[in-house]
């Protein structure tokens, strides 16, 4: 049973940094990319950065403030997050499996795995 597991969220003022894991176990995701999605109150779940072996991807929103990277051989991926903004304040959600050649491509329906969410609140 495949399982990914965030953690880092919490509490942070405007223009602080924060650092979130997901760390996944049940299978290894080798060559297949692993992200990050973003959920606020009365909005869809929105991307925000995607990485596999070939390097990252970034939305717009995020690029120049936020970092992904993986650790290949603890399978995880973490989500490193400077200059955060209020409008930054949602669940975020880890999630694994997208198998397209182009990671710029990945939607949300294509990643086969998903953790529970964890909370990022940016205060202004």
């Known amino acids: 049973q495949v399982q990914l597991v965030e953690s880092g969220g919490g509490l942070v003022q405007a223009g602080g940094s924060l650092r979130l894991s997901c760390a996944a176990s049940?299978?290894?995701?080798?060559?297949?990319?692993m992200g990050w999605f973003r959920q606020a109150p009365g909005h869809e779940r929105e991307f925000v950065a995607t990485?596999?072996?070939?390097?990252?991807y970034y939305a717009d929103s995020v690029k120049g403030r936020f970092t992904i990277s993986r650790d290949i051989a603890k399978n995880t991926v973490y989500l490193q997050m400077n200059s955060l903004l209020p409008e930054d304040t949602a669940v975020y959600y880890c999630?694994?499996?997208?198998?397209?050649?182009?990671?710029?491509?990945?939607?949300?329906?294509?990643?086969?795995?998903w953790g529970q969410g964890t909370q990022v609140t940016v205060s202004s």
């Open positions: 990485v596999s072996w070939s390097g990252g």
């Open positions: 999630a694994a499996g997208c198998r397209r050649r182009a990671i710029s491509t990945c939607q949300s329906a294509d990643f086969n795995s």
């Open positions: 049940g299978r290894t995701f080798g060559y297949e990319a």
